[in-house]
């Protein structure tokens, strides 16, 4: 079979035959799309800002800080703000539409209990130091002098970043093995 007319007709991909013959999807699947997607936006988001402003923190310049200064903000906001509300939309969403249990299912339970932990530490810890970090920025973008202030809070930007993506993975694990 091909996809076109006459000699230069391209073939069918065996892809495009296998997806000519599935199902169309369920809410449920559009919904576990979405909770994927978030996770994805979430987790890809928090592991990739935090090894470029561990390298932009160790190249030091004045502008290269203040440039990953703005980005870790600007990421925050358009990535894991909306990967946060994806995962959470198609996760509660596919819940109710499966019938879980989402505090006697102790997977379900324990998931939400490390997601609370991450945002919190996120919202509480991150983001002021974040805060702090980008005013502090704005002072010495134009190549003023770096202060040590900077450089403590950065340390302290990833270590807690780091602390933060722990129940995160831990619920990761959770929605993919739900062990009983």
Not at 116 to 126: D, P, S, T
Not at 156 to 180: D, Q
């Amino acid at each position: 079979m091909s996809f076109g007319q006459g000699s230069s007709a391209l073939p069918l991909l065996p892809v495009y035959r296998y997806a000519k013959r599935m199902a169309a999807p369920t809410y449920y699947d559009l919904l576990k799309f979405l909770h994927i997607t978030g996770v994805v936006m979430l987790m890809g988001n928090i592991t990739v800002t935090a090894i470029w402003k561990f390298f932009a923190d160790r190249d030091g310049r004045p502008q290269v800080l203040s440039f990953a200064q703005r980005l870790v903000t600007y990421t925050d906001w358009s990535m894991t703000v909306w990967g946060v509300i994806l995962t959470m939309v198609g996760g509660y969403g596919m819940a109710v539409v499966a019938g879980w249990d989402l505090w006697g299912a102790r997977w379900l339970l324990w998931s939400q209990i490390n997601f609370v932990i991450a945002g919190l530490i996120w919202l509480f810890i991150i983001v002021p130091i974040q805060r702090d970090q980008a005013r502090l920025a704005r002072g010495f973008a134009g190549g003023g002098a770096v202060p040590d202030a900077y450089r403590a809070l950065s340390r302290r930007w990833l270590a807690w970043g780091l602390v933060s993506t722990v129940p995160l993975l831990i619920a990761t694990w959770l929605m993919v093995a739900k062990p009983v």
